[in-house]
């Protein structure tokens, strides 16, 4: 490790409790608006028909589907952010190990495929936006590991 590891791993580190602090008490003040509300004993029953609809509204999105210019756009929102929200705690983990990646899809050529193309736009702006200021040739310099994957 060195001081630059060290450095943005502690930034890492700080955000995240900050981030975590603010989702718990979110969680807590729901969790105290719901509690204010009658008991339902009979929620959990029938128990699977009750898991398909759920199911079906979730990956679907049924509701939100009767709203065309919406429904498929929030659908892709929902997808985008569950997969940055996997890809996001692998890079957490990569601050502070290069090496490190999911133990048992993190090898996955699918995984792969998808962190490099959900990855690939902002890194190649970054590096047009870098290398743009110190270059007057048009031709890419291929010394960030973006552009390989990009061009």
């Known amino acids: 490790m060195n001081a630059l590891t060290v450095t943005l791993g502690t930034i890492g580190v700080a955000f995240s409790l900050l981030a975590w602090a603010s989702f718990v008490g979110g969680v807590a003040k729901m969790v105290r608006a719901i509690r204010i509300g009658q008991s339902a004993p009979d929620r959990w029953r029938p128990f699977l028909p009750r898991l398909k ?3 079906i509204e979730f990956i679907a999105h049924t509701r939100m589907n009767k709203f065309r210019t919406v429904g498929w ?3 892709l929102v ?3 952010f569950l997969a940055g929200f996997i890809l996001y705690f692998e890079a957490y983990g990569q601050v502070w190990n290069p090496e ?3 133990p048992i899809f993190g090898n996955w050529h699918i995984y792969c495929a998808s962190s490099t193309i959900r990855g690939c736009p902002s890194g190649c702006r970054g590096s047009r936006a870098r290398g743009s200021a110190r270059r007057t040739s048009s ?5 960030s ?3 390989a994957w990009c061009w």
């Open 78 to 80: 929902m997808v985008g």
């Open 139 to 143: 031709r890419p310099s291929f010394s």
């Open 100 to 102: 490190f990646h999911w």
């Open 145 to 147: 590991r973006a552009w």
């Open 53 to 55: 609809t759920m199911l």
């Open 73 to 75: 756009a929030h659908w």
